[in-house]
């Protein structure tokens, strides 16, 4: 039973379209994030959310908006999308956040990919 | 501003040899540091991790060491296995409330 699902795995779109990427956990676990792993291979942090509270937002774009109905989800919502936006984007939990982020569970990532 | 470096993109070893894989880092306040392995279409998965007041931490093959005063790690894996083969990324974050800074990652390649 897949810990942190995310999906779609594979997303082809057009830029300016709108897409959503979905995430689930279900380890219990309060917080949750999304990381963008892009062509230079680096994983940055977009966003992480505590008990559906938002806790970081990086200088990610207003296009990119975060949603979290619950403490087991966490969906990406990107608008108008554009070439730069390509790109692995992984899902991801952790226990809790106060420790320092601690162990941090990964989904398998969903590629992006705008044309 | 990458705060954690791995300057080393690449490293082949032979099966039953050390590996050795570096990373340093930028920021002094960093007090907790984590690698990461990450196999093709993938998420990475937790490996081992070590806390500021350790110089090491050993789980099985598997070894950190931390030299503060140098703001470097390192993850020795002994003996490698063909099936280590994997990138590995480090990462480093503070322990009060703050999210990972990872690296680029290291491709290690474990040859028979």
């Known amino acids: 039973d897949t810990a942190v699902s995310q999906t779609p795995k594979y997303l082809v779109t057009q830029m300016g379209n709108d897409k959503s990427i979905k995430c689930e956990q279900n380890l219990g676990h309060d917080t949750m994030y999304w990381y963008k792993q892009d062509s230079k291979k680096f994983l940055k942090i977009m966003f992480s959310y505590n008990n559906k509270e938002l806790i970081i937002n990086e200088t990610v774009p207003n296009r990119f908006s975060p949603k979290s109905p619950d403490k087991a989800h966490l969906n990406l919502h990107i608008n108008s999308l554009e070439l730069g936006d390509s790109a692995v984007y992984f899902c991801a939990s952790s226990q809790d956040y106060g420790t320092g982020a601690g162990e941090l569970f990964f989904g398998e990532g969903s590629r992006l990919t705008v044309l | 501003d990458q705060q954690v470096k791995q300057n080393s993109p690449s490293l082949s070893v032979q099966e039953g040899r050390i590996s050795i894989l570096n990373c340093d880092y930028t920021n002094s306040m960093f007090d907790y540091f984590l690698w990461y392995k990450k196999y093709p279409a993938e998420g990475p998965t937790f490996l081992i991790s070590?806390?500021?007041?350790?110089d090491k931490n050993e789980d099985g093959r598997f070894t950190v060491f931390l030299n503060k005063s140098a703001k470097h790690l390192s993850l020795h894996i002994v003996p490698s296995q063909p099936g280590d083969s994997a990138v590995y990324f480090c990462a480093a974050s503070r322990t009060s409330g703050y999210a990972l800074n990872f690296g680029k990652g290291t491709s290690l390649l474990v040859t028979p």
């Open positions: 070590i806390s500021s007041i350790k």
